[in-house]
């Protein structure tokens, strides 16, 4: 598809020459180019098809063994908010994942400002530790960590999710500013330094107003995980501590109890709440950065 | 008198250290170091601990009895078949897209975000619309069914295929972004100079960009495998979960919240962490070998 969009029938404005370099000309896309966008939009209709089946469901009145709904309706949104409770799961969606979001950007950036300037002994080590809890499956920490959280009586409240959810977001909020942090020139501290700053008016004045950008970007990262982590918060909590994504999996694994369109509009909520948080995240973090720093991460 | 020795002593020690970098600055990692010891250190001793203490038996007898069940030891077998070529399908579609996206064109934007925009979809969405879609009366079997490529429905939900399309949805994104990212750092003047030197682009991919991918497609195949690897929901959803897709992780959660065997839940946990810290070891160490210099891009 787009590989036609090379040819050079369209001319390339100068600013788009110049970054390239050498703009490339070729009249025809080669097979090898077909293949690819071929495959794309194979994927593309397919996952059209998955997305639209479940629109349409949510949007139909009866649907069986036809190519359409008979008869198209909203009734089935007004029902599942009525039905799954939905204000109070939303609310509580809302509290944990803001909760999250606030208290691993406040655990995790100090840390992440020593790592990123710092060189100390047993750092390496250091490093692997925050990565562990990204590389391990959260069922394999959930268990143990639900287990504890039952012991003491947090396990079954929004406490305990919020907890839960804490263990993989705090190094992910590490992970991520390490590479902002270590993009701010450290002759600007050494400036504020010799001006008298001291180490707390260095953090506020200094370092804070040049860390919103990395902030956002690690908050809002966290926040889409946060919404979308079903094993920790299915682990760890009760009837009244439902996130959107668990409330979405028990209505859904009890079907046949209620219609499948309740279901089905419930999934369209959530996506869509997703698809808002996904877009406001796009603005804000560049996806190539992001992935700047997974390349040193693991290993040696 | 006494007090300023012991002060300069102090303040001698202090200096000494701060020589190796260690200082009153590195309090800040207090909190974070707390909260990863109390939280997921512990915890993960704990029920390493608790593992070694079944309720019965001798200090093995968890792991006794999940390596002696074969419907216990068939769930890692399981969750290796729906892992392994989830991930290796991700980083192998990602590669040639990815590579067809390095240079400008109008709308790149708009299909990166495309292409990005399962992440949103969720696992439920995503079981619900293979369910719906893929279903004996869905409209992927309806264009078969009418164009006349298949006379029965083509069965691919509550089995394993199900799984794999959902894992490959939900993963492929990741991947996709990771490649994209690895690729654009690789300074494309080091392709230009082996086209100079008449290298045609089989020549150009293998013996240039691919030396120069490879130990970013070792990382992104370890991510998008812990990904695959964790699979719960969909396994649940759109699989089979009493038969050829009960994973590893359906295994534990039984063990934990059926069965309240804490014990074997723990040590089944433990399976899982060491055979997929094994895959990504495997994988690191090869990836050790491979060249890991400058690729000469600005990342």
Redo the contacts between chains.
Sequence with gaps: MSGLLETPTRPVPPSERHAQGAPRHRLVASPAAWLVWGAVVFFFVNLAGIVGSVLVSSFGTRWFGTWLPEGFTTDWYGSAWEDFNLLQVVLVTLQVSLLVVLLSVLIGAPAAYVLARRAFPGKRLLMLLFLLPVLMPPITYGIPLATVLYKYGLAGSVSGVVIANLVPSVPFVILTMTPFIEQINPTIESAARMCGASTRALFSRILAPLLVPGILAAAIIVLVRTVGMFELTFLTAGPTSQTLVVKLFTAMSAAGIRAQQGVDAMAVIYTTTMLVLLVVALRYVNPTQLVARVREAPED | MTSGGVATGRLAVRHRLAE???DR??W??L???A??GV??????L???G?SFQPAEGGFLASYQAFFTDPYQVGTVWNTLRLALPAALINVL?AV??A??MR??????RV????????????????????L???GP????N?ILLSTGLVDDPVRLTNNYWGVLFSLV?TG?PFAF??I???L??ID?TLERAAATLGAD?RQRFRRITLPLLAP?LA?TF??TF?LA??V??SA??VGNPAGETRVI?IA??QA?YERFD?SL??AI??V??AV??GV?ALV?LW??TLYKGSTGGK?
Aim: charged share 10%; glycine share 10%.
């Design positions: 190796r970098g260690i600055q590195l800040l990692l909190p974070a170091l909260f990863i939280l997921f250190l512990y915890p993960f704990y029920g390493l608790l579609a040639p897209i590579h067809r240079g400008r064109f109008r709308g790149k299909l990166t975000t495309l292409l990005v925009v399962p992440i949103t979809l969720g696992t439920v969405l995503t079981a619900q619309g293979l719906n879609y893929l009366t869905g409209w992927f309806r949805i492929f972004l990771l994209l990212a690895y654009s750092g494309p682009w970013g990382t370890c991510l812990v690897f964790s719960f929901p649940i959803l992780s534990a959660y934990a804490f839940a723990s946990a433990m899982m962490a997929e810290l990504i690191l990836r050790s990342g």
